[in-house]
């Protein structure tokens, strides 16, 4: 059975709603073993989503291209259009360093949504 680990150095500094959606949505894809790589950890850019507790990075740099991206498609699915999937390879950000899935809730978006009215 496949099952998702955490690299020793991943920290959670606050548990947000859209925290808890990406991991459970990383959770249900059991397609493959997934590595959680980092969350309020690391380097990123100073106004991150991950210091706010809204951004998970899942290794694939052991998946081949189409996997990965095959993967990224599957996360966009069953998260929706509030969150942003992306597959950074390195060199597409100053602190990339290996391909991975960055999952962040949108900009400017909430979760979960408010109701409508």
Known sequence: MARVTCLPT???????PA?????QAVCDD???????????????????AH????AVDIRTRDLALSDAAAFGDR?????????????????????TSAQHLHVQLKSGQTWPPPPAA
């Open 19 to 23: 925290l808890c959606r990406i991991l």
């Open 10 to 16: 991943v920290q959670i500094r606050i548990v947000t």
């Open 75 to 95: 996360m966009e699915r069953a998260l929706g259009p509030a969150f942003l999937v992306l597959l950074e390879k390195p060199g597409d950000t100053p602190y």
């Open 51 to 54: 210091y706010r507790g809204e």
């Open 30 to 48: 059991m397609l493959f073993e997934h590595v959680i790589t980092s969350i309020a950890d690391g380097v990123h850019l100073h106004d991150s």
